[in-house]
């Protein structure tokens, strides 16, 4: 019994520190709460204190029975497991009234407001699986825009969901892989060669033939059909071996059992196409994203390009996330996944294969 009165003391005090702690820091107060359950746990069941409130408020056992809608008998074993549990009596029983005891008062002090926060924690949980408050990470490879509107979709998910924060991160396709592994990102729109683990999701968006991106006065600059063969002895200017891109490339060279030289290596897609356009070396891009370039008529020096021999490399851009039965995933993923739908379905990108 001394034992279990040491142990009740502790956790008393811990118990008291942990609301001080509530009160001056409301919006800790779901945490909090957490970590006073984690340590109550053990000894009694969250039950045991609207049992014990119920009795302090009636000083009735028959009363709190029928406020709690539960039988007579269940109620005075709840609290007799109670007592035992912090090892002390907390109501002296008379055949009239029902007094709290010295112990009973100070553990009345803190129950009501342990509840309040239990109370606070669900509605929060509530809140964030409803779309009420939450975050939403989104992480992008570059070169994302000729495939995917990713502005007009974080726009709508905004005005659908103005209370998730959104933020927004780019990187390689091995990083973004990982974080979304990781619980890091949770949608990743991204290039993907290899099958995805079985906890991840992958859907295709687009499939976009490689294209040699040249200067304009490169000797290929508008060619057709040409072969790996045919661009081995060109001097290549490639993103860093973790993007997606750059492993589609040493794949199709190193099936083709053909050697090349890379004679810059960059983790930035604009430098790349701007080493290119400075007649620095060529590139295998994706089509749509040299057009975009080339389009872009106020930006020198200019781009070319030229044509691959069919079958020609395919560029595949895919949407990742956990999968939504994991209780791991995102309440808000499938949200924006969902309006990710509603826009290709308004609008597909021009020449990009499905």
């Known amino acids: 019994m001394h034992h279990s009165c040491k142990i009740f003391s502790a956790t008393l005090i811990v118990g008291c520190i942990l609301i001080i702690q509530i009160e001056y820091f409301a919006e800790f107060q779901h945490n909090l709460c957490l970590i006073w359950l984690i340590i109550v746990e053990p000894f009694m069941e969250?039950?045991?204190?609207e049992h014990f409130l119920a009795v302090a408020e009636e000083q009735n056992f028959t009363r709190a029975a029928r406020r709690l809608h539960i039988a007579q008998s269940g109620l005075s074993a709840s609290i007799r497991a109670l007592e035992d549990d912090v090892?002390?009596?907390?109501f002296c029983r008379t055949t009239r009234q029902v007094e709290l005891t010295v112990a009973g008062g100070a553990f009345l002090k803190?129950?009501?407001?342990?509840?309040?926060?239990?109370?606070?924690?669900?509605?929060?949980?509530?809140?964030?699986?409803g779309l009420q408050r939450g975050h939403l990470t989104i992480g992008a490879i570059q070169g994302l825009a000729p495939f995917v509107d990713l502005p007009r979709l974080l726009g709508r998910f905004r005005a659908a969901h103005p209370d998730i924060e959104v933020q927004l991160s780019f990187g390689s396709t091995e990083t973004l892989l990982?974080?979304?592994l990781a619980n890091a990102v949770d949608i990743a729109f991204t290039q993907f060669l290899e099958t995805p683990p079985p906890e991840i999701e992958a859907r295709m968006?687009?499939?976009?033939?490689?294209?040699?991106?040249?200067?304009?006065?490169h000797r290929l600059a508008g060619h057709e059909d040409l072969t790996l063969g045919d661009i081995e002895e060109e001097l290549f200017i490639d993103l860093s071996a973790g993007h997606g891109t750059r492993q589609l490339v040493d794949q199709s060279f190193g099936q083709a059992g053909i050697e090349r030289r890379t004679g810059f290596e960059v983790n930035d897609l604009p430098m790349q196409l701007d080493l290119v356009a400075q007649g620095l070396g060529v590139a295998l891009v994706p089509e749509l994203v040299v057009r975009r370039r080339m389009d872009e008529a106020h930006r020198p020096p200019p781009l070319s390009l030229a044509h691959l021999a069919d079958p020609e490399p395919c560029w595949e851009l895919a949407v990742l996330h956990k999968?939504?039965?994991?209780?791991?995933?995102?309440?808000?993923a499938p949200s924006c996944l969902a309006l990710l739908a509603a826009i290709e379905a308004e609008s597909v990108p021009v020449n990009a294969r499905f």
Request: hydrophobic share 50%; proline share 11%; net charge positive.
């Open 87 to 90: 090892g002390a009596p907390l």
């Open 110 to 129: 803190e129950v009501p407001r342990v509840l309040a926060a239990v109370r606070e924690a669900r509605r929060a949980v509530a809140e964030v699986q």
């Open 46 to 49: 969250l039950r045991q204190f």
């Open 178 to 180: 990982a974080g979304v």
């Open 205 to 217: 968006l687009a499939c976009d033939p490689l294209v040699l991106a040249c200067a304009p006065n």
């Open 323 to 332: 999968r939504p039965s994991l209780s791991a995933s995102n309440p808000a």
